[in-house]
């Protein structure tokens, strides 16, 4: 569907606008999606390229994406809307969601372009433990529990639209634990500074509580700036920390913060997965808690539209001047950034647990 390094005008019924992004197994596109050349939608065309169309491999995992998807229906959570086969590629039709990523939430805090109002991150945070609750509790067609867990809870893929609205995006690798007798071993797969312990050290055993970690994570950057695991000097210390969980306190950063906030953030991050809540509804009871009693529900401040709006107009301007990478490589010449993926058929290096 390339032509002179851009999209064709037309795949199938759709018809091209944009390229929102691109990736090694294909890219996403903004896309009006018509019916009988009158009835018009904006939806988000997630293609993938001939090649990884024709792997059993890839297609077993992209099968699990959808099916997983197809059984999720709330407004924390994407939608699905279609899937098929156009040209040899396969595609998946999303809801568009107009907006930006917590990621660039981040970002523009590093920049010192804005403050990020505690309460906003509290309504983040809660709208988050809706979504996983919804994804941890659905079940399949035949009433059989799921089980499902998303894996991969990180800035980039919660998304804030105009509306004021949090969504939950990318069930990439997901993953349905009630299957047993895969034929297929996932290994470690996610983005390193937001992965639990577990799922470095025993990434076939996992939970839901694999999820509270990734969004303990993104709620500890979003109150700091900081990545937890920042220091770092390459790829081998951070995977080592991330089998110990060594995160320091939150309010070694941010004293002002209150000491209910700190707490459920030390439950949701505990290296220890017996030692995290045992499910979303839990920990979004502890954080609509202090949303409302701590911060008054928010007020002003925590009016997630305002917050959208102010950021919006900002995130148009050229960025900041480039931030020295916090994690130079060994090799001097290559800056490791933290955000290496494990993925498909990858392990992580060995690394020596250091001892208690």
């Excluded at 929102?20 to 018009?40: C, D, F, H, K, N």
């Excluded at 993938?48 to 099968?63: G, K, M, N, T």
């Excluded at 996992?206 to 937890?228: A, N, Q």
């Excluded at 202090?290 to 529900?297: A, K, P």
Aim: proline fraction near 7%; glycine fraction near 10%; charge should be neutral.
């Amino acid at each position: 569907m390339e032509r002179d390094g851009l999209p064709n005008p037309y795949f199938g019924r759709f018809r091209i606008l944009e390229r929102i992004g691109s990736g090694v197994m294909g890219e996403v596109l903004l896309a009006e999606q018509t019916w009988e050349g009158e009835i018009r939608r904006k939806v988000a065309l997630k293609v993938i390229r001939p090649e990884y169309s024709q792997d059993e491999r890839f297609r077993a995992v992209l099968f699990r994406e959808v099916r997983i998807l197809a059984l999720l229906n709330h407004p924390n959570i994407v939608h699905i809307y279609d899937f098929g086969r156009e040209k040899g590629c396969y595609y998946i039709v999303m809801e568009y969601v107009e907006g930006f990523g917590i990621d660039e939430v981040i970002r523009l805090r590093r920049e010192g372009k804005i403050e990020i109002p505690v309460p906003i991150v509290l309504q983040i945070g809660t709208s988050v433990c809706r979504a996983l609750d919804h994804l941890h509790r659905r079940r399949h067609l035949d009433g059989r529990p799921a089980r499902f867990i998303h894996r991969d809870i990180r800035p980039q893929n919660i998304l804030l639209s105009q509306e004021g609205r949090v969504k939950l995006v990318d069930f990439g690798i997901a993953k349905d634990t009630s299957l047993s007798g895969t034929l297929i071993s996932d290994g470690a797969k996610g983005k390193l500074f937001y992965m639990a312990p577990e799922q470095v050290l025993d990434p076939e055993n996992l939970d839901r509580r694999v999820d509270f970690f990734g969004l303990g994570m993104t709620c500890y950057e979003l109150l700091t700036g900081i990545r937890p695991y920042e220091g770092a000097k390459d790829l081998i210390e951070v995977i080592g920390r991330v089998k110990t969980a060594q995160i320091a306190p939150l309010r070694s950063h941010r004293p002002d913060l209150p000491a209910a906030l700190e707490r459920i953030l030390q439950k949701s991050l505990a290296a220890d997965p017996e030692r995290r809540y045992r499910s979303a509804r839990e920990m979004g009871r502890d954080l609509q808690f202090v949303l409302e009693r701590i911060y008054g529900g928010g007020g002003e401040a925590g009016s997630l539209v305002k917050f959208v709006r102010h950021c919006h107009p900002l995130l148009e301007q050229p960025t900041g001047p480039p931030q020295r990478a916090p994690y130079p490589s060994n090799e001097g010449s290559v800056a490791f950034d933290g955000t290496t993926e494990i993925g498909e058929g990858q392990e992580p290096p060995t690394v020596p647990t250091p001892s208690p």
